[in-house]
């Protein structure tokens, strides 16, 4: 099963929203991630949160809505706790990014906690994240000549990256270790592994 989410970050432009919709089994809006489905016309099939950034007793909505008033989780976190969100081989979010900075750096720590066996991804304008796990390699292709930086979220071991201008072999990533950044795609397929650890893949849009 594959779930979209929207956050309230930087709203998700129409079309991407749109494409993203018709291409997922479920979508979700999480409490402001609603203001895109609004301004695109759309509805998803569940708004979950607390409410305090839409007001869903304005609006005539035919889809499910979950009111949680619980202030110890966020409204992505909500989101991921329903069912769908936990039963999904891939979970594509938009609105993640952008915005506040504590929001999206909270919003990448909770997807890493995701289970490893998950495809996640956070797609904005002008770049998508890729989450890499043990489980999850990486594998994507026809992105030669895009930057790419790789940014561990724990310390990672045995990251092996090639298709790269800068291929990396059995590194050792996080703080106080190696680092990726800006670096280039420069072959036709670009593969992305590790023994340990989660790390994000994130490439710059042309």
């Known amino acids: 099963m594959k779930v979209v989410i929207v956050l309230g970050g930087d709203p ?13 089994d479920f979508s979700i809006a999480a409490d402001a991630g609603m203001n895109a489905f609004a301004e695109a016309g ?20 035919v889809c499910e809505i979950q009111r949680i008033t619980d202030q110890g989780t966020t409204d992505f976190e909500k ?48 770049e998508i994240l890729y ?3 043990t489980e999850r390699p990486l594998a994507l292709e026809g992105l030669a000549g895009q930057s790419i930086s790789f940014t561990p979220v724990v310390v990672c071991e045995g990251v092996t990256v090639t298709g790269v ?15 990726s950044q800006s670096n280039v795609v420069e072959a036709e397929d670009l593969r992305v592994s590790l023994a340990t650890g989660i790390l994000y893949a994130v490439v710059q849009k042309r």
Do not use: K, Y
């Open 12 to 24: 998700p432009a129409t079309v991407l929203l749109d494409w993203r919709m018709r291409t997922a």
């Open 42 to 61: 759309l509805e998803p099939d569940l708004l979950i949160g607390d409410m305090d950034s839409f007001n869903p007793d304005e609006a005539d909505l």
């Open 131 to 133: 989450r890499v796990t």
């Open 79 to 126: 989101a991921l706790g329903c069912p769908e969100a936990r039963q999904a081989d891939e979970i594509v979010v938009l609105g993640g990014t952008g915005g506040r900075s504590d929001h999206f750096l909270n919003n990448l720590l909770l997807a890493a906690g995701l289970p490893q066996s998950q495809n996640v991804l956070f797609e904005g304008e002008c």
């Open 165 to 179: 201008r800068w291929p990396l072999t059995e590194a050792s990533m996080g703080p106080g270790r190696q680092l």
